[in-house]
């Protein structure tokens, strides 16, 4: 079982909508969580981390744990033209002593006018 | 930006040559990381290493080595290129609670 797991899409929203993005992962003892932003041919860009369950906002952006279901997920409300990008969800957990980012494949997201 | 360079950017190497890429901070921060970025793969850990001379396998570590001899500087060598080595590489730094910072990139295609 991949250890970070994400719908890959592509995912399409009008704009002014709420674009939701989901992820879950396998490794319970995981302890912190990120998304990143990549627009074509850029590196990731980090929107939102949370580390607790609940939610986390942050202007358009909320981020949700649910660590019992192992669930991550991103909302963007409002969502604009300039919101289209691949979504990368990302967990962290201390693997051998070492702490290790490991990936989702990435959900591409697509805003319409 | 963001404390941290990739270097070369682009590069078009042969089969069986080595290739060294470099990545830089000026943040001094103790965690470094490679990745490769694949279409259908996303990012893939290659080798990480939290400190000088201290590093160790990430998923997809056949066919590299890495080596930290400073903090600010972590190399990743291909001892002899394949095609199959043909990606997108990034370079990562652990920066405490703020998550990680990528470096931009390198293109890499071996022919």
């Known amino acids: 079982q991949k250890e970070v797991e994400q719908n890959s899409g592509p995912l399409s929203v009008p704009e002014g909508a709420i674009a939701s993005l989901n992820c879950t992962y396998s490794?319970?003892?995981?302890?912190?969580f990120f998304w990143y932003r990549q627009y074509s041919g850029k590196s990731p860009e980090l929107i939102m981390s949370i580390y607790s369950n609940g939610d986390k906002e942050d202007g358009r952006f909320t981020a949700q744990l649910n660590k019992a279901s192992q669930y991550v997920s991103l909302l963007i409300r409002d969502s604009q033209p300039s919101d289209s990008a691949t979504y990368l969800c990302?967990?962290?957990?201390?693997?051998?002593?070492?702490?290790?980012?490991?990936f989702g494949q990435g959900t591409r997201l697509t805003i319409n006018p | 930006d963001a404390g941290i360079t990739q270097s070369p950017r682009h590069k078009v190497t042969e089969t069986g040559t080595p290739v060294t890429l470099r990545c830089h901070q000026t943040?001094?921060?103790?965690?470094m990381y490679w990745y490769r970025q694949d279409p259908g793969h996303g990012l893939r850990l290659i080798h990480y290493?939290?400190?000088?001379?201290?590093?160790d396998k990430g998923e997809v570590s056949d066919g590299y080595s890495v080596s930290r001899s400073k903090t600010e500087d972590f190399l990743l060598t291909l001892e002899s290129a394949t095609s199959s080595q043909t990606s997108v590489y990034f370079c990562a730094i652990r920066k405490n609670r703020d998550g990680y910072t990528f470096g931009s990139g390198t293109r890499l295609t071996v022919v």
């Open positions: 490794d319970r003892v995981s302890q912190s």
């Open positions: 990302a967990v962290e957990g201390v693997i051998q002593g070492a702490q290790k980012l490991v």
């Open positions: 290493s939290y400190g000088v001379k201290d590093t």
């Open positions: 943040e001094n921060h103790r965690y």
